[in-house]
């Protein structure tokens, strides 16, 4: 069983990202038994609307991570916009204001490299569809503490460029369709 195994599930995505993470939130139940922290790069000005969106489509609860928030199970937390997204290691978050990283703030690789520090193992990385290189060094290092790696196949993806630098970076255990994905996810 999943729970067993993983204490949590980080996500990345960029450019076509939203229909990759409505499918996937969609599909999670109530009380799914992990937290699934995502990274998706917008605006600054967007400020709750994404998260709103996806909590009418979604059984899941979904809300945007605030400083300091102790991480909990069943729950969907987004990066606010414009702020780095981090895990310390008594699991909570920690926002920054950094300067942006592979053009992005929040990072993808922010959120996974501090995951991969924190969960080690226990963590699930996943990158889905975009347009740059971000979560490709993030990816290599959740793989180095042991976590599984999964890459949404560029194939399907909108804009194959971020799944395919985390493939080429070495940083990947699996390369799923978002079909598969989900399946592995809830299965």
Known sequence: MIKNKYSAV????????????????????????????????????????LEEVLQHKSRIRI??????????????YFAPPDYHLLIEDDFTFSLSA????????????VLFESAAFAYKEKLI???LTG??????????????????????SPAEANFPAMPQAAINSGGISHVFTLT???????N
């Open 63 to 76: 809300k945007q991570a605030d400083e300091k928030e102790k991480i909990l199970p069943s729950t969907v």
């Open 131 to 152: 347009a740059n290189q971000d979560g490709a060094q993030g990816m290599k290092m959740i793989k180095k503490f042991k976590g599984i790696t999964i890459a949404q």
């Open 10 to 49: 980080v996500i990345g995505a960029s450019a076509g990202g939203f229909n990759a993470i409505a499918a996937i939130t969609g599909s999670l139940p109530e009380d799914y038994p992990l937290p699934v922290i995502i990274v998706q790069h917008r605006s600054r000005e967007s400020n709750f609307v």
């Open 125 to 127: 990385g996943i990158i």
């Open 98 to 109: 950094d300067a942006a990283i592979s053009y992005s703030r929040p990072s993808i690789d």
């Open 180 to 186: 598969e994905i989900i399946n592995f996810l809830i």
